[in-house]
């Protein structure tokens, strides 16, 4: 063994040339006893160690181009060896096979990105933390057993493992941090733990073969971009404590048929399902607040959406580019609509109540407006009373005096006027 003993130079140096002793000092994330420790750089084998009082850490490979199988001992000079070092093993593109002692507590950041070759490998019981990258690129990774041990999962963790096919996240675990499995093209399955509160931004982005996924009554949040991209995604269960749906958070899911939010959800964020064009059932939640800036925008299966009472208004474009949708009911008489929600679909029917901002929007863009019977109904009507001619002013003409009359009482019950559409013409 061959060891340089830092401490003993600096001693030396302060009895030849009187110069200061400048103890190592670990990074505040790596500190484990105090702020300030001594440290032995030790190189045995193909990696070199970091010896402090009462710990080792793997610092490097020593050769990345030719290590082909690691086994990392649990004791170094009768001192645990306890950690495994951000970059540790980064990119030793030959290394197919690593056996972790179970004194290992912390898997650091990038410790094992870019191991191309890597197929396997088991954490250990004693791991609590691995960070962020640890296993990022790893493409012909396709198991990993994580441990009920572990509590945190860092960014990027396993994101890019193509091979990796499925996953079981141990309820030790709180949080899926963000891009944690973004393009495991692989991925097929996934378990999620049942602790796990959030979903965070851009988790499973672009995992194409992922075909189904259950959110535990844990989750409260999905975050933006989460499943986006995930095509082959057919299936999903959003747990009835969810409140809040980032942005994007299902775009471009071009497999999913059906999706129910449950009246948990109370903040839906822009462009939630844009370009799900397989989509072609949407139960939205009781609670819910708005429609998202261009939330369905491009799913061209819609046919028809219930929008419920809670909605207070609905975004640009939010409906813009649903080729086959004929109809929206909107439950909420006040609902402000933004000009643009549909775009020019026709023929297209609109169901609200009379002298709603529904029936002024249907008016104001030529589509057909029905009413809906006084008790609130749970599916789309099939048939109800038209609301009438182009000639909306009664003149006997349809020109635009008609248009500017409703474009003055869309502003008018818009901006929270009570007038039917009959009292405000005769104002």
Not at 282 to 296: E, H, K, L, R, W
Not at 379 to 388: K, L, Q, R, W
Not at 392 to 405: E, P, Q, R
């Amino acid at each position: 063994m061959k060891a340089k003993k830092l401490i003993s130079a600096a001693m030396a140096l302060v009895l030849v040339c009187g110069a200061p002793v400048v103890f190592y000092e670990r990074p505040l994330n790596e500190i484990k006893t105090s702020a300030l420790e001594y440290r032995t750089d030790t190189y045995e084998g193909l990696f070199s160690y970091h010896k402090y009082s009462d710990h080792v850490e793997v610092y490097m490979a020593v050769d990345a181009t030719n290590l082909e199988t690691i086994v990392i001992p649990s004791k170094i000079e009768g001192l645990p060896v306890t950690d495994i070092n951000n970059s540790a093993f980064s990119r030793c593109k030959s290394l197919t096979s690593i056996t972790l002692p179970e004194s290992i507590t912390i898997i650091g950041d990038s410790a094992f990105l870019g191991c191309i070759s890597l197929t396997s490998i088991t954490v250990p019981n004693s791991v609590v933390t691995i960070g962020e990258r640890a296993f990022s690129g790893c493409t012909s990774l396709n198991s990993i057993t994580i441990p009920d041990s572990v509590a945190t999962i860092g960014k990027y963790t396993f994101s890019g493992c193509s091979s990796l096919t499925s996953i079981t996240i141990p309820n030790s675990v709180t949080a899926i941090g963000e891009w944690t499995f973004s393009n495991c093209t692989g991925l097929t399955a996934i378990k999620i733990s049942d602790n796990a509160t959030i979903i965070g931004n851009y988790a499973f982005q672009d995992c194409k073969n992922l075909m189904s996924i259950t959110l535990p009554d844990s989750v409260t949040t999905v975050g933006e971009w989460a499943f986006s991209g995930c095509t082959s995604l057919n299936s999903i269960t959003i747990s009835k404590n969810v409140t809040t749906i980032g942005g994007s958070a299902f775009s471009d899911c071009t497999g999913l048929t059906s999706i129910t939010l449950p009246d948990s959800v109370t903040t839906i964020r822009d462009w939630v399902f844009k370009g799900c064009k397989g989509l072609k059932s949407i139960t939205i939640s009781d609670n819910a607040t708005t429609i998202g800036y261009s939330m369905f925008y491009g799913c061209t299966g819609l046919t028809s959406v219930t929008i419920p009472e809670s909605v207070t208004s609905v975004k640009d474009n939010a409906f813009v580019g649903c080729t086959n949708l004929t109809s929206l009911v909107i439950k909420n008489p006040k609902c402000e609509l933004s000009a643009t929600m549909t775009g020019y679909i026709l023929p297209f029917t609109i169901y609200g109540y009379a002298d709603s901002t529904a029936q002024a929007y249907a008016l104001s863009k030529g589509m057909e407006f029905k009413l809906l019977d006084d008790e609130s109904q749970t599916e789309e009507p099939t048939s109800a009373p038209s609301a009438g001619k182009a000639d909306v002013n009664g003149d006997g003409k349809a020109d635009a005096s008609d248009a500017s009359d409703i474009l003055r009482y869309y502003a008018h019950i818009s901006t929270g006027g009570n007038l039917s559409f009959e009292e405000f013409i005769k104002k």
